[in-house]
């Protein structure tokens, strides 16, 4: 990779084909970057292919450390591929805003992306149980503590699976649009509209006290709250 391909970018691409080629100024290859984009989701895309043909599944993930965990049912036709140590791409993205340009070529988004290359690996019964462990508190801190922890035919019907972070890049925009000069004086609204996924009042199944509310609910209701002002 010449040193104009990284002009503007933050760090370097670790491999060619994670190198950001398109408005190559928005990549960020630097690790605190991506892992901030990873610990934000609750879901990513794993793409793969095998003999039907080209797919990419929404799935539930987690980070931990250099690896990207996901996990199902020892059924599934990806993880049973992905397992195998079939080639992945798995990508994140948030979204952040709608750009409105005052010309039509100009609109946008406003995101933030990571993809990542590679292929997974199992993980094995001595592991698998703190692995999930560790997905329960992504979603909820403190939750693996509180729940029934799965039994040796839960455990043994699950799937996990960790994808080296070695080969990843993340995208960022962020900002207005980008106007051409002699655009400027065009009297149509431009700026950003923006996006967030928010959370909301939670929905207790009402069958424990309502004064048994863990810590991570009270902090959820108040984010709610603040959310809904």
Known sequence: MSETDTVSAKGQAPSSRTRVRRIAERAHYERDTLYAILDAAYVCHVAFADEHGVHCIPTACWREGDHLYIHGSNGSRMLKLAAEGAQVCVTIMHLDGL????????????????????AFEVVGADGKAAALDAFLNHVAPGRAHEVRAGNRNELAATTVLRLPLDEAAAKIRTGGPKDDEEDLDRPVWAGVLPLALQPLAPEPDGAQPEDAVPDYVTVWSRRAGSAGR
């Open 99 to 118: 750009v409105l340009a005052r010309s039509a070529f100009h609109h946008s988004m406003n995101y933030r992306s990571a993809m990542i290359y590679g």
